[in-house]
């Protein structure tokens, strides 16, 4: 190869994320639905790292819904849902209730006209799914899930440079999600009557992330132990696409895994540290094993990564949209139909689907 065209070949680097200050984004009035954990992140970075506000929490116990008001400062506290879907101060429900509840309690909030923010998964299976997205639509209301990992500018930074043909054609993908959590962690993740396991809280990470870079799989391989009240424990997936490109995902709640991702391509590859699906580092890495460039976008200890998702739903309620443009209706799912066949295959079930 001449120097000439050596010259002519374009430097590789990574692109820039083009995601915008989350406290940039027009100030909403939040109202959250189940004072746990995940609305405990929700409510924080709400706080600290948008324009917006929390201003109404609803539980079934009134007795945690004021506990939880006066830890964030809260105006109001509800004892029910269906107190909170109707207070008029809310501009928007998020839905932080247990799997299982998703699909109710987001119908609940869009029947008393509320746009609906619903943590991940979105739902139990795909037929819930549509139930809300179709339910969203025809009352023409904002409907999001709370996938935060795809709000953030890390993975937009992977979407860009997967689009641009950074890396190449990509090939392979490779991600994990496996925490300690079992038997040891929360017990809705051991309970299926609240769809718990390993695949819904954990695996459905890397699942969204294979789809953020590769789409619908056309096939998909799924292997998974299950614990003795029958919610699964470890799950491993083999994804394929029509380019021929696989995707090798895994999820345990177990033991600790890396929690870190790879996108390789025919001329190169994208590396995320762990846990890829937080704010983390991003690394261009040549075919040599040379990293090319690396990208920080987000992180440290004073990010708020919940602040992302919050701010892309201020930001399309502004505009009136009925999707987030991060996480739109297809990608969720995309998702849930490949959890779906996952959950088939693995032989998971939950009471009441």
């Not at 094993?289 to 602040?307: C, K, N, Y």
């Not at 849930?336 to 295959?345: F, G, L």
């Amino acid at each position: 190869m001449s120097a000439a065209e050596v010259g002519a070949i374009p430097a590789l680097k990574l692109p820039e994320p083009g995601v915008a200050d989350p406290r940039d984004a027009p100030a909403i009035r939040w109202g959250i639905l189940g004072p746990g954990g995940i609305a405990r992140a929700f409510a924080g970075a709400v706080r600290d790292g948008t324009a917006s506000s929390v201003v109404a929490v609803g539980s079934r116990d009134p007795g945690r819904a004021r506990a939880f008001a006066d830890e964030f400062g809260i105006d109001r506290a509800h004892g029910s849902y269906a107190e909170l879907v109707r207070d008029d101060g809310v501009d928007a429900v998020y839905i932080a209730s247990p799997h299982s509840e998703h699909h109710a309690h987001a119908l609940l909030a869009i029947a008393a006209g509320k746009p609906v923010l619903v943590e991940k998964a979105f739902t139990r299976n795909t037929v819930e799914a549509r139930e809300v997205l179709d339910a969203g639509r025809r009352a023409g209301l904002l409907v999001a899930e709370a996938m935060w990992s795809r709000y953030l500018p890390h993975y937009a930074v992977v979407r860009r440079a997967v689009a641009d043909g950074v890396i190449g054609e990509v090939v392979h993908v490779v991600a994990d999600h496996s925490q300690p959590l079992y038997p040891i962690g929360p017990e809705r993740l051991a309970a299926p009557e609240l769809a718990g396991g390993a695949l819904l809280d954990l695996g459905v990470y890397p699942v969204s992330f294979a789809d953020l870079v590769l789409g619908a799989p056309t096939g998909v391989v799924a292997r998974g132990t299950s614990t003795d009240r029958g919610v699964d424990a470890t799950t491993g997936l083999l994804l394929t696409y029509p380019s021929g490109a696989q995707a090798l995902l895994s999820a345990s709640m177990l033991g600790a895994g890396p929690c870190t991702a790879t996108v390789t391509g025919t001329l190169g590859r994208l590396e995320l540290d762990g846990r890829f699906y937080a704010p983390t580092t991003v690394r261009l890495v040549g075919p040599d094993g040379a990293v090319i460039d690396e990208r920080d976008v987000g992180s440290g200890p004073q990010v708020h990564g919940f602040a992302y998702e919050a701010a892309e739903f201020a930001r399309s309620l502004s505009a009136g949209a009925n999707e987030a443009p991060s996480m739109p209706h297809a990608a969720t799912l995309r998702v849930m139909e490949t959890m779906d066949e996952v959950r088939r295959q693995i032989g998971v079930s939950y009471p009441g689907e």
